[in-house]
């Protein structure tokens, strides 16, 4: 009984779904669903050959990349100094946290506000400094325009584990190395980012994952997927697939991919935890 | 004893500065923004000290203009904070009810259940959009707090939670309670949720964020705008293209938008960063 409205809410909403995803994916249907054909794989043969898909695989992997990447170097930088500052980590962390709370889409309409190129301020900067920005033509421009906003959401998440990770390293292992007579950058290199190895990892499947799914609000506010199809990361494509071209069959097969790459990422992920507890 | 270095520590603020600095900067710029008319933002470039304009433009974000050209973003909080507080709180009670089940009773399928729950970790909103949306448009429930919401309520980290949480709390505990009369429900009432406010309020920080900022899902299930929250209201007013957008009103509402979740992670920030190293792990 007290189990009942948990069971019946994920029956409802997680497993119908995705059953009816699975059965889609292998149906062909007209845009009001009133004829329906098994085709069994022809959807997934089609987004194999469907250019745009694997597009949209090559703008997802780069992106995710790209986010994963900077986002974990910028936070690791910022944790390891605000780790070593003796007075004010408790005040820097404060004011580094707080873009976490800061929804995706509203984070997407603000740097498209500050990188518009008709009227925004750092796109009017960098103009004046002699380089064209127009992020809604370039896809480069456009490409580089949410990376950074979704690495400006990301690096308090980040931030917060690798101060954890960092403070959580015995003073006494730093102590011994120094008077060992290992400078500070020798330090990190060969104590401080050992140690910290597996939250890093467990840092990057979390970005990876955070890439892929939780950054539509970026991709739809600040670009729409565009230029053309530039920036269509795989989530923005199965919406757009199936809501905006009613594509349902292909959006369904979409979708049965991205559950792969979910499972495959949380095997990686709870691999990875277990291998921790014995570390 | 570590070497004193003046010169490094100099720098780390300096990194540290800047990192704020860089990381403040948009918000600085958006809040600018929402105390200038429209002529004045819309200018290149735009001015970066505050203007006067900012009681204006909020109210008239808020409450709408009177032509009607801006929606009410009033209208819009309202259902972003009952979304965000709905999710935050039901998520919560079924999960510590789910936890308690299957940690302290013996029932058919406990286990089964358990790995129920556990795999909807796999299947985050985004990857099963389309048939959830049937689901839920065949129930009836589009544009309706049911339908924002309890699709997105069910929780497999709150459960896996207070699960590991109440399988550390001793048998003895359990024996004591039971010699002194108390039934299990008792027993929840008075042990074990008294001994959870602390995961409670965690995972409430960050479940109150997960549901304020929810947008892929609001964004299929609303269609009329006395529904939509307010990241999804946010984002259909600058569909217009930069000519039409009146970017200063854009901004006091993505300022209104932000402040919620942000207050919540500040003043709990003990409890945020609790929630989020335990959620993860």
Redesign the interface.
Known sequence: ???A???S??C??????????LL?SLQQSDAFGTSVEWVGFANFQRLWQDASYLESFQTTAVFSSLVAVLGIG?SL??AY??D???R?TVV???????????????A???????F?P??G?VS??LNQWGFEWNALLNSRHAMALIVMAAV?KQ???NF??FL?GLQSIPKSL??AA??DGAG?WHRFWTIQFPLLSPTSF?LLV?NVVYAF?DT??IV??ATKGGPGKDTAIL?YK??FD??KALD?GG??AQ?VV??VI??AL?VVQFRF?EKKVNY | MIERNRWLDVLSHMVLIVGVGVVAFPVYVTFVASTHTMQEVVQVPMPLWPGSHAWENYTTALFGSHSGATPAVGRMMMVSLITALVIALAKISMSLLSAFAIVYFKFPFRMAIFWAIFMTLMLPVEVRIGPTYQVVADMGMLNSYAGLTVPLIASATATFLFRQFFLTIPDELVEAARMDGAGPMRFFKDVLVPLSTSSMAALFVIQFIYGWNQYLWPLLVTTEESMYPVVVGIKRMISGGDAQTEWHIVMATAMLAMLPPALVVILMQKWFVKGLVDTEK
């Open positions: 009984m007290l189990i409205p948990q069971v809410v994920i409802i909403f997680f497993f119908w779904p995705a059953l009816q995803a889609q910028i930088c910022l100094f605000a070593r500052v003796v004010g820097y962390r404060t004011l580094l946290i707080w873009p976490y709370a800061v929804a995706p889409a509203v997407g309409v603000v740097w498209l506000f500050l518009s008709s009227i301020v009017y900067a400006w690096i308090s998440y917060l584990f954890a730093i102590e120094a008077m500070p467990f979390i799914f539509f609000g739809d506010a989530v199965v919406y199936g809501f349902l959006s369904a979708s991205l559950m979910v499972v949380t935890v």
